[in-house]
């Protein structure tokens, strides 16, 4: 025998899938994150050398010649500098979202008369109505049936930018280099 189900109940089943589907998203979005932040919040770095900026090949020299004075290391000395660079300014998460989700499917649609194909006949103008209860589809595949119904789903995800929140960080990150 074949599965009845109200059409109200399919919609809101496939609507709900929808639904779960960006959740599923969402969760992504915030798995990302914890892979750029430990527990207390602090960004979880990599030491990374850049090209020092005050470099003077110069007072390298006259460092490694002992020719300074003090015995103190001049900054314009060392030709990189040593930085931790927070990991999500290194690599700037990608987002995912659903762009797209269409399913098809073919059912039989009950419903249209009463559950019985009730007609009543109106005592005054003798015209025959049709009693209409809900719409109910068959989503087919009996116990006696060779085929059962297959819907088809397409879920299409598109890459976006990153939340302008989390974009605010990095910039912050940004500006913190040296």
Do not use: C, W
Not at 73 to 89: G, I, K, T, W
Not at 152 to 176: A, V, W, Y
Request: hydrophobic letters at 35%.
């Amino acid at each position: 025998m074949a599965t009845l189900t109200s059409l109200d109940e399919l919609l809101r089943a496939i609507h709900n899938a929808g639904i779960e589907a960006q959740k599923l998203t969402e969760q992504q979005h915030v798995r990302q994150l914890r892979r750029y932040f430990k527990e207390d919040g602090t960004p979880i770095t990599m030491a990374i050398k850049l090209p020092n900026a005050q470099y003077d090949p110069n007072v390298a020299k006259q460092q490694l010649a002992g020719k300074t004075g003090g015995g103190e290391l001049d900054h314009r000395a060392e030709q990189y500098v040593e930085f931790d660079a927070p990991l999500l300014s290194l690599v700037p998460p990608g987002t995912l979202r659903i762009k797209t989700m269409d399913v098809r499917f073919k059912v039989k649609l009950q419903g249209l008369l009463g559950d019985d194909g009730d007609t009543s006949t109106d005592p005054v103008t003798k015209v025959e109505h049709h009693t209409k209860g809900p719409l109910r589809v068959e989503m087919g595949g009996g116990m006696f049936t060779k085929k059962s119904q297959l819907a088809d789903i397409s879920i299409t995800f598109e890459g976006t930018d990153p939340p302008e929140s989390l974009m605010k960080i990095n910039d912050h990150f940004l500006r913190s280099f040296p």
